[in-house]
């Protein structure tokens, strides 16, 4: 009688390893491996400046497109990341002024942070997918709850307000980044510096871009939950998932 518990417990803990894995190999593959490939093996000795960022970049690319293929799901976020390592490495090769990596690195929360505000009149919110996913939401019971209440229409104006916030986090890191970008890479494309400082402003760009993002997703997510209690009388915990 006792096996089942067990099996399903066994199973959550199987679980766990497979989420850090997937968390350190995209801080490796994404990060680690390219900041240390283009801070230590750019020099004419090594790879040289054309190369080593060749090689950097070749790792974030592969490893997005084997996740791709692994989740079997087109993600618009990932392939978004693949398309931003693909103008990097363009920009860089061409020896483009620096402008253009300020200009793509700002670029891409910019166009998040539109698509979030744009996803608002759709079907398809980003806030709904991002912060309250089916997968951890249950809809009906929590759609039940707001009409009892006859509190679904203003419900939905918390989700637009919610939006904004995370706009705003998206803009945020889109100015953010533009300015690593105009402090960071100040040498002649095409040199060791410069790549030594691309791999600096990879390094830096990560939390630049992630910090204040989770920040006010999380502020999101918080206002939200109060919402939830507020127009439904009962408590968020009520509305996650039971897992199948």
């Known amino acids: 009688m006792d096996k089942q518990p067990e099996n399903a417990a066994a199973q959550n803990e199987l679980k766990?390893?497979?989420?850090?894995?997937?968390?350190?190999?995209n801080l490796a593959f994404n990060i680690v491996i390219p900041v240390l490939i283009l801070s230590n093996l750019s020099g004419e000795?090594?790879?040289g400046p054309a190369w080593s960022v060749v090689c950097a970049l070749a790792f974030p690319i592969v490893y997005g497109l084997w996740d791709l293929k692994k989740s079997g799901k087109v993600n618009g976020f990932s392939i978004l990341g693949i398309v931003s390592v693909i103008l990097t490495g363009g920009i860089t090769l061409l020896k483009l002024p620096a402008e253009y990596i300020a200009i793509k690195e700002a670029a891409i929360p910019g166009v998040l942070g539109i698509a979030v505000l744009i996803s608002q009149y759709t079907n398809r919110s980003l806030v709904k997918i991002l912060i309250l996913n089916e997968n951890v939401i249950n809809w009906d019971a929590l759609n039940e709850a707001l009409m009892k209440k006859q509190n679904s229409a203003l419900f939905e104006r918390k989700i637009t307000i919610s939006s904004y916030i995370v706009a705003a986090s998206f803009f945020l890191s889109s100015f953010l980044n533009y300015v690593l970008?105009?402090?960071?890479l100040v040498s002649e494309p095409g040199t060791t510096a410069y790549t030594e400082e691309l791999g600096r402003m990879t390094a830096l760009s990560y939390p630049v871009i992630m910090v204040p993002s989770l920040i006010m997703l999380f502020s999101a997510l918080a206002y939200l939950i109060m919402q939830m209690k507020k127009l439904t009388g009962e408590d968020y915990l009520s509305f996650i998932q039971e897992e199948g």
């Open 16 to 25: 766990k390893p497979k989420q850090n894995n997937g968390f350190l190999g």
């Open 45 to 47: 000795e090594y790879l």
């Open 181 to 184: 970008a105009k402090v960071i």
